[in-house]
T-cell receptor, first 114, second 111 residues
Framework: DAGVIQSPRHEVTEMGQEVTLRCKPI?????LFWYRQTMMRGLELLIY????????DSGMPEDRFSAKMPNASFSTLKIQPSEPRDSAVYFC????????????FGPGTRLTVT | DAKTTQPNSMESNEEEPVHLPCNHS???????IHWYRQLPSQGPEYVIH???SNVNNRMASLAIAEDRKSSTLILHRATLRDAAVYYC????????????FGQGTELSVKP
């Protein structure tokens, strides 16, 4: 398996623009997680899905952020409008559903908002 | 959220064992102890997890105290490639498998 796939790997955009980050989980995994990492705040869980259904979005910073999972093999994280403080590395991870299973992380998308 | 406490940094010499401690005094009986590591410029990587008994895998060993209020990740022979930030995380039984990362321990390995 290719592992968790994220695209793009790097994104540079101007403040106010819409940004869409994409994630393809490992085939057969039914849980998907979006994280954000910054130097100041470390790794933060934004939202996670079980069987394509959002379970906990309490980490989503504000209404400018939205995430979808239309099917088991694809998820998006959208920021509209983007702001400089959204600059971070965004990771997607997938796992089998349940407490005892490990999460597999993608390589991340480095977002820079100028 | 259940909290873990780890030293900010540790140093090790290459080819020597490394013991990375973690305190989790508020752990409940159904919480799993997970360890992940993050190498520079990469996403986090699963290392090991356990519930009550000590665990071994090809990467490391996990020693869990009898009262489960602390645990230790053991790297049996550190290599330069083990230099990373190591995170000790409690996976809460009724929270669907989500991980709450703390600051972790930055491990440096000297040749």
């Amino acid at each position: 398996d290719a592992g968790v796939i994220q695209s793009p790997r790097h994104e540079v955009t101007e403040m106010g623009q819409e940004v869409t980050l994409r994630c393809k989980p490992i085939s057969g995994h039914n849980s998907l997680f979006w994280y954000r990492q910054t130097m100041m705040r470390g790794l933060e869980l934004l939202i996670y899905f079980n069987n394509n259904v959002p379970i906990d979005d309490s980490g989503m910073p504000e209404d400018r952020f939205s995430a979808k999972m239309p099917n088991a093999s694809f998820s998006t994280l959208k920021i509209q409008p983007s702001e400089p403080r959204d600059s971070a590395v965004y990771f997607c991870a997938s796992s089998l559903q349940g407490i005892g299973y490990e999460q597999y992380f993608g390589p991340g998308t480095r977002l820079t908002v100028t | 959220d259940a909290k873990t406490t780890q030293p900010n940094s540790m140093e090790s010499n290459e080819e020597e064992p490394v013991h990375l401690p973690c305190n989790h005094s508020t752990i409940s009986g159904t919480d799993y102890i997970h360890w992940y590591r993050q190498l520079p410029s990469q996403g986090p990587e699963y290392v090991i997890h356990g519930l009550t008994s000590n665990v071994n895998n090809r990467m490391a060993s996990l020693a869990i105290a009898e009262d489960r209020k602390s645990s230790t990740l053991i790297l049996h022979r550190a290599t330069l490639r083990d230099a990373a930030v190591y995170y000790c995380i409690l996976m809460i039984y009724n929270q669907g498998g989500k991980l709450i990362f703390g600051q972790g321990t930055e491990l440096s390995v000297k040749p």
